[in-house]
């Protein structure tokens, strides 16, 4: 099943190169209708739905939106960079692989005259100093928030285990600080374990599966930084009927997720909205080229997702999709003249 997702990631990364390459030959656009040049770390659940809401700003604004995947390898997302550079494009847009090597070729871009944004992956400052804005979650918020739900659930007390980002990766970062900022507080539950899942369903079904042998009825929690981590945390729990039994919290509400919350097995995740998020960075961009005055951080609170609201999220993004999608250039409009960007 590996091979063939990889394979399926393969196929689907060189389709878009050669898409991204017959429009990034077409003649240089003006300001209103810019050519941008958006870089993803992967296809991820949360990448392949924000491009919907990505797409529908660009169509809207009549821009045209060149998409590639760099599936986590930061070489070749510096080469998509390399690639906006040489044939000029207006902005360039990206989800970083890893936020901290990008400095040179963000320079290169300023130095070329074409302004750089960052989306969902939080950069230092040494790389954000030579772009114009950044748009994504507020990490550590999130963080925060999954791990102050589960001191709840466990009223205070027990032994919890945390499932990481692949570690060095902002988002890991900043999620691990919030959890541990949490966890400094409420001495009563114990960080028993915290190793990284790599965002991966298999990875955080084998950790989960090695942490209930070791700890057994001990086991109190389960902490994931992402969904996909959550969800595979939650298949190893039912293979020994503790499904819904050990609380397990999450973020990103992915579809899986908010299923998982649905159904109780999974008693709280963040929603991050891919299309709101990803779209809002080609609104800052278009409007930056147009010479409107944009914000320079665009941080979004991820709004908390229990079995009491779930359904409301579930509904705008997996319910009636297409409407959500539609509705979104003004309500990306309103957030940015409002500053509560996370609105919807």
Not at 203 to 225: N, V
């Amino acid at each position: 099943m590996a091979l063939v997702t990889s394979l399926r990631r393969l196929a689907g990364a060189a389709a878009l190169m050669l898409a991204g390459t017959a429009i990034v030959s077409q003649a240089h656009a003006d300001a209103q209708h810019p050519v941008i040049g958006f870089t993803v770390y992967e296809m991820s659940s949360f990448i392949s739905l924000g491009q919907k809401g990505a797409q529908a700003i660009a169509e809207k604004n009549g821009a045209t939106l060149l998409w590639n995947s760099a599936n986590e390898d930061v070489n070749t997302q510096v080469s998509h960079i390399q690639q906006y550079i040489n044939r000029k494009v207006d902005a360039i847009i990206i989800c970083p692989v890893n936020s901290s090597t990008l400095a040179p070729e963000v320079d290169a871009a300023r130095k070329a005259g074409i302004p750089v944004f960052f989306a969902n992956i939080s950069v230092p400052e040494t790389v954000l100093k030579n772009a114009v804005a950044y748009v994504g979650p507020d990490d550590v918020k999130a963080g925060e928030q999954e791990a102050d739900h589960m001191v709840k659930a466990l009223g205070g007390k027990g032994k919890v285990v945390v499932i990481q980002g692949p570690l060095g990766q902002s988002a890991e970062i900043d999620r691990t600080q919030g959890i541990k900022n949490v966890l400094a507080k409420n001495p009563g539950v114990e960080l028993a374990a915290i190793q990284p899942g790599n965002w991966l369903r298999t990875k955080a079904y084998s950790l989960t599966q090695d942490w209930l042998s070791r700890y057994g009825s001990e086991l109190g929690g389960i902490i994931a930084e992402n969904d996909d981590m959550a969800v595979g945390a939650i298949q190893a729990l039912r293979e020994r009927g503790l499904a819904g039994k050990i609380p397990v919290v999450g973020i990103d509400g992915i579809k899986d997720g908010m299923r998982a919350v649905r159904d109780g097995t999974l008693i709280e995740t963040n929603l991050q909205n891919g299309p709101l998020e990803l779209g809002m960075a080609v609104q800052v961009a278009v409007d930056h080229l147009q010479g409107k005055q944009v914000p320079r951080m665009a941080l979004f609170t991820m709004p908390e997702l229990t079995k009491d609201n779930v359904g409301h999220y579930y509904d705008q993004l997996y319910g009636d999709l297409p409407k959500f999608i539609s509705e979104l250039p003004d309500r990306v409009r309103q957030n940015l003249t409002s500053g509560h960007y996370s609105e919807q």
